[in-house]
Structures are given as structure tokens and as C-alpha cells.
């Protein structure tokens, strides 16, 4: 019974280069979050997808990310032109139902360092 | 908007010591409550949670009320082992209907229990 699937685990891109995250929620799970966190930092809500629809995305940078959840395969969040200020780990959580008691699962993240 | 603040680490313990680790909300209407852990170089797992006043969360020997009039979520566990090393996230759902199970964080507590 498979958990979150984060790929890559690390990721390294120079200055200008796009970043793609993939992100595979529990099997049956239709409500996915990604989060980022910076170095010594708490987690900070970026974008909230249900399958196709983008729910929330108060938390996303308004330049250069973006984040979609197909009908088929995993969510992917986009970073074009990476900065180093991107330097970060990058989470993915999903949940069952959209009730906000649910336990939300995250993966193990992707962290990402622009040299 | 929502938030949390907890107690700033890292807290160094001796084996069997007690931990208190502080964590106080500010939210609209009811949120749900819930400790997270981090072990290094992992994801967060959720480590227990409470849904609605005086209700205590329990796992693994840590324990967490929520307490409505102090806005509090105290985490605390009598006797830490060296395994418990690792960084503490409070955090709340969001309790607005499209939130789903969105979740804003306090910066994290690093705890170092030496044997």
C-alpha cells in the first residue's frame, strides 16, 4: 500500500532552468497539496489541486510556478527560470476527502538546490 | 488569516526527560489541531491530532489538548527516548468550506534527546 510518491528526491538545476516536481498521492486519493519549505523554516501552503481543478492557490508565487493534477498521472509542480531563492524542499501531501479533519499523507519531498 | 506560533528550538534533553513543546493559534471559527513529526531527511508524518475543544490527541506517548480559551496545543510526552529526536511541526486546518484539508504551520521545533 504505497504512500506519497515523490520524484525526484533531489534535484539540481542551474539559474534559469526549468524545475519539474512530480508528486503520486495514496492510491484513491483525489485532493492533493503542495507545500514548500525553506531551510530552517516551517512548511508554507502553496497550491490545493483536485483532480484537473486547481481549488486554491493563495500560496503560489504569481510568476513562474505552476501546478496542475491530470485526469491521468501524477501532479506536477513547474518552476521555469529557477533563482536560487527556489532553493527549498518542496512536499506533497493528499487526502481521502476534502474534510478538514482528514489526515493528510506527505511524501518524503523533493529537495531542490539551483547552483 | 490563520496561524501558529510554537516555541523556538532546539531543545536539548537528557533520555527520560519530559518534553513541553509550546504551540499557541490564532484562527477563524474551529480549526482541527495536529502535531506533525520530521525525522531527518524524511517527510512529515502526522503524529496525533484533535478536532474540537478539550479533546486530547495521544500516540506513542505524546499527548496534546486543545485547549479553545488559551488558544494552546501543547505538545508533551514524560519520558523522551533518543529515537524521539527529530523536529515537531504544530499546525491547523483551515476551517473555511473550500479549504479541504489545507493546513498552515508554526516554523518547527527541533528536538536533540541525548542518551
Known amino acids: 500500500n504505497a504512500g506519497v510518491m515523490q520524484n525526484p528526491r533531489h534535484l539540481v538545476r542551474r539559474r534559469g532552468q526549468e524545475a519539474r516536481l512530480r508528486c503520486s498521492p495514496v492510491?484513491?486519493?483525489?485532493?492533493v497539496y503542495w507545500y514548500r519549505q525553506l531551510p530552517e523554516e516551517g512548511l508554507k501552503f502553496m497550491v490545493y489541486l483536485q483532480k484537473e481543478n486547481i481549488i486554491d492557490e493563495s500560496g503560489m508565487p504569481k510568476e513562474r510556478f505552476s501546478a496542475e493534477f491530470p485526469k491521468e498521472g501524477p501532479s506536477i509542480l513547474r518552476i521555469q527560470q529557477v533563482v536560487r531563492g527556489d532553493s527549498a524542499a518542496y512536499f506533497c501531501a493528499s487526502s481521502l476527502d476534502r474534510n478538514m479533519n482528514t489526515e493528510a499523507f506527505f511524501g518524503q519531498g523533493t529537495r531542490l538546490t539551483v547552483v | 488569516g490563520n496561524s501558529v506560533t510554537q516555541m523556538e528550538g532546539p531543545v536539548t534533553l537528557s533520555e527520560e526527560a519530559f518534553l513541553t513543546i509550546n504551540c499557541t493559534y490564532t484562527a477563524t471559527g474551529y480549526p482541527s489541531l495536529f502535531w506533525y513529526v520530521q525525522y531527518p531527511g524524511e517527510g512529515l508524518q502526522l503524529l496525533l491530532k484533535?478536532?474540537?475543544?478539550?479533546d486530547k490527541g495521544s500516540n506513542k506517548g505524546f499527548e496534546a489538548t486543545y485547549r479553545k480559551e488559551t488558544t494552546s496545543f501543547h505538545l508533551e510526552k514524560g519520558s523522551v527516548q533518543v529515537s524521539d529526536s527529530a523536529v515537531y511541526f504544530c499546525a491547523l486546518s483551515d476551517p473555511g468550506k473550500a479549504a479541504g484539508n489545507k493546513l498552515t504551520f508554526g516554523g518547527g521545533t527541533r528536538v536533540l534527546v541525548k542518551p
Open positions: 492510491k484513491g486519493h483525489s485532493h
Open positions: 484533535a478536532t474540537k475543544a478539550d
